[in-house]
T-cell receptor
Framework: GGIITQTPKFLIGQEGQKLTLKCQQN?????MYWYRQDSGKGLRLIYY???????QKGDLSEGYDASREKKSSFSLTVTSAQKNEMAVFLC?????????????FGAGTRLSVL | GEQVEQRPPHLSVREGDSAVITCTYT??????FFWYKQEPGASLQLLMK?????EINEGQGFTVLLNKKDKRLSLNLTAAHPGDSAAYFC????????????FGHGTILRVHP
C-alpha cells in the first residue's frame, strides 16, 4: 500500500499572506488533486494534475496556485489568505484521471487565518 | 453540472440500531459511485465503490444500494456501533473521458452506547 503525506498538518496565517501547502504520494499515481473541505459543504475541487508539470483548474481555483514539481509531489498556494478563513485542504491521488479510478486521500492541512 | 444532495446532515442512533444515509444526484450519465468515511482528524477512507445500474454491495456491517433509475445511492449501517461514529461522504463520478467527482455535503453520524 501507499500513503499520501500532507504538510503541515496545521497552518496559521495572517490576512493577505501567501501560504503554501505540500503533498507527497508514494503510490506512483499519475493524477493528483487538491480539494477544499468546508464544514457542511462537502469537498470542492481546486486544482488537479494528470502528470508532472500539468495543471488543470477545478471549480474553486480562483485565489489559488498549484505546482506539480514531480510525479510524487503536488503543492498548493493560497495567494492571499482571507481574514477569518478556516478550512481543511485535502490532497488526493489516483492512478489516472480516466473513468473508474478511485481517489485516495491524505489526512489534510487545517488552515486558520487570523 | 452534476449536483449531489446528501441527507441527513446529522444522524444520531443507539448502538445496535441501523443508520441510513442517502444521496440523490441529477446527472443521468453519472456512472461510478463512492462512499467515504472520515474519522475526526483523519483522511477520507474508501468504504465502497459501485457502478452497476442497480446494485447492492455488502461490506463489513454495511450495505450500499444504487438505483440509477431513481438516481439514488444509499448507505445502510445494519447494526451501528460506536466505532462507526464519523463523517460519511458520497461521491458521484461523471465525465465522458475524465472522471469528475462531485461530493455530497456529508453526514455526521454519532452512535451512542
Amino acid at each position: 500500500g501507499g500513503i499520501i503525506t500532507q504538510t503541515p498538518k496545521f497552518l496559521i496565517g495572517q490576512e493577505g499572506q501567501k501560504l503554501t501547502l505540500k503533498c507527497q504520494q508514494n503510490f506512483n499515481h499519475d493524477t493528483m488533486y487538491w480539494y477544499r473541505q468546508d464544514s457542511g459543504k462537502g469537498l470542492r475541487l481546486i486544482y488537479y494534475s494528470i502528470t508532472e508539470n500539468d495543471l488543470q483548474k477545478g471549480d474553486l481555483s480562483e485565489g489559488y496556485d498549484a505546482s506539480r514539481e514531480k510525479k510524487s509531489s503536488f503543492s498548493l498556494t493560497v495567494t492571499s489568505a482571507q481574514k477569518n478563513e478556516m478550512a481543511v485542504f485535502l490532497c488526493a491521488s489516483s492512478i489516472s484521471s480516466r473513468r473508474q479510478n478511485t481517489l485516495y486521500f491524505g489526512a489534510g492541512t487545517r488552515l486558520s487565518v487570523l | 453540472g452534476e449536483q449531489v444532495e446528501q441527507r441527513p446532515p446529522h444522524l444520531s442512533v443507539r448502538e445496535g440500531d441501523s443508520a441510513v444515509i442517502t444521496c440523490t444526484y441529477t446527472d443521468p450519465n453519472s456512472y461510478y459511485f463512492f462512499w467515504y468515511k472520515q474519522e475526526p482528524g483523519a483522511s477520507l477512507q474508501l468504504l465502497m465503490k459501485v457502478f452497476s445500474s442497480t446494485e447492492i454491495n455488502e461490506g463489513q456491517g454495511f450495505t450500499v444500494l444504487l438505483n440509477k433509475k431513481d438516481k439514488r445511492l444509499s448507505l445502510n449501517l445494519t447494526a451501528a456501533h460506536p466505532g462507526d461514529s464519523a463523517a460519511y461522504f458520497c461521491a458521484v463520478m461523471t465525465g465522458a473521458n475524465t472522471g469528475k467527482l462531485t461530493f455530497g455535503h456529508g453526514t455526521i453520524l454519532r452512535v451512542h452506547p
